[in-house]
């Protein structure tokens, strides 16, 4: 089938951006993996969860 061409080539190109990803950890700053942790992961979690958390306060 040609949808599972596509996803092998979706494996690989999502294995070789890791490997780049992995590669470039060692190099990175102290306020570089703060940014990352911080505002990338920690602050995008808290944007996610903000609509069901008015939501659930607008229930109560």
């Known amino acids: 089938m040609a949808n599972e ?3 092998k ?3 690989e190109a999502e294995a070789a ?3 780049l990803a992995y590669a470039k950890y060692p190099a ?3 306020a570089e993996i703060k940014m990352l942790v911080v505002e990338d992961k920690w602050l995008a979690a808290i ?4 609509g069901p958390v008015h939501a659930e ?4």
């Open 28 to 30: 990175l700053t102290e």
């Open 47 to 50: 944007h996610n969860l903000d």
């Open 17 to 19: 951006l890791d490997a």
């Open 5 to 7: 061409g596509g996803k």
């Open 57 to 60: 306060m607008a229930v109560l």
């Open 9 to 11: 080539a979706l494996k």
